[in-house]
């Protein structure tokens, strides 16, 4: 079909983005101050190779999230988003904040200005249903902890030099990243940062503890880059979500379905129930995907070797189905459905 062809495209492009990628330089930084600790610390040799090795790992297993998109439309501009509005992100202490934020700047210049419209815009509370806004503000949320932690990282990254304070996180801003990240990194990074800031203020500079310091910095920036790429990937996502599930709200039911093989010279019918979004049941038909758009439908079916794929549109008020169909053996032909029950959940 040549929908599902073009869909293809869109979220798997042939001409892969040739800009440069959200860890190309990290490794080499890791390696790096990991080469320094030891230097200081010769007995923790060991433990800081296998912290170097994780990182690295960790960035390595990253870059397929990031090499599947390009353009504007893409996660790859997060690490821009962070580092340009670096500013704007150390302000964020509440929801109410982050989510103003991603509506007037963050969102459209991360490729989702559609999801930031409506968030921002007032809908009646059907529109706020139909386009799944709770899910939404769930999934930006997400985001803009996750782009916060990462700019606090990013900060610690370059405040760790030997002749540079640390500054301390404003408590409100603390509690607000604090009750939204759990990881251990980013609680190690909050310890370490008091641990060094009491440690200046009492001894002078510490410089093993700054060493672990960027180390923790280095942790909590990968995992909220991670946390940050799949909530970008979640609100990418969400138009087509809401896609489906209303066109599965129109298939739901029960359908005469009667398919024409030329190849065969015969007719076949056959009673089919679609069930509600979200559900399956032994008794209702699963198509092994099925892509909506509009009035328009495409259904793929497999099974034992056997690939049918039909190409069909809602006519009559959803009342009726017409289209086509063609297999992998050969058979190809007409495909009319008629409503006999509507949705039962």
């Given at each position: 079909m040549g929908t599902h062809g073009e869909l293809s495209e869109v979220v798997l492009p042939r001409n892969m983005s040739q800009r440069r990628s959200l860890f190309d330089d990290s490794p080499h930084t890791l390696v790096n101050m990991v080469n320094e600790l030891n230097q200081h610390q010769p007995g923790r040799g060991h433990r800081q190779d296998r912290v170097s090795f994780l990182l690295i790992l960790l960035g390595v297993l990253l870059l397929p999230s990031l090499t599947m998109a390009e353009g504007q439309d893409s996660p790859r501009l997060l690490t821009d988003v962070v580092t340009q509005q670096a500013d704007q992100f150390a302000l964020l202490e509440s929801d109410e904040g982050a989510l103003r934020l991603f509506t007037t700047s963050v969102g459209p210049a991360l490729g989702l200005k559609d999801a930031a419209g409506v968030l921002g815009a007032r809908l009646p509370s059907k529109m706020v249903k139909e386009l799944g806004v709770p899910e939404l503000s769930q999934s930006v949320s997400e985001l803009m902890s996750a782009l916060g932690t990462w700019q606090f990282a990013n900060s610690l990254r370059q405040e760790t030099g030997l002749s540079t304070p640390v500054l301390p996180l404003p408590t409100a801003r603390q509690d607000w990243l604090r009750a939204r990240n759990q990881t251990a990194a980013f609680s190690d990074l909050l310890r370490l940062t008091k641990e060094e800031l009491d440690s200046?203020?009492?001894?002078?500079?510490?410089?093993?503890?700054?060493?672990?310091?960027?180390?923790?910095?280095?942790?909590?920036?990968?995992?909220?880059?991670?946390?940050?790429?799949?909530?970008?990937?979640n609100i990418h996502g969400w138009k087509n979500r809401i896609r489906q599930t209303k066109g599965q709200s129109r298939l739901c039911g029960t359908w005469q379905w009667i398919i024409h093989n030329h190849q065969q010279h015969g007719e076949q019918k056959s009673t089919i129930v679609f069930p509600p979004p979200g559900t399956t049941s032994a008794n209702a038909a699963t198509p092994a995907e099925s892509i909506f758009l509009g009035d328009a439908m495409y259904l793929r079916w497999e099974q034992n070797g056997h690939i049918q794929e039909d190409s069909l549109l809602f006519i009559k008020d959803d009342q009726k189905i017409e289209g086509s169909f063609v297999s992998n053996t050969g058979g190809w032909g007409p495909i009319s459905g008629k409503r006999l029950a509507p949705c039962k959940p």
């Open positions: 200046r203020t009492a001894q002078g500079t510490s410089e093993p503890r700054n060493i672990e310091l960027r180390l923790a910095a280095e942790r909590t920036a990968f995992e909220a880059s991670h946390q940050a790429i799949t909530a970008w990937w």
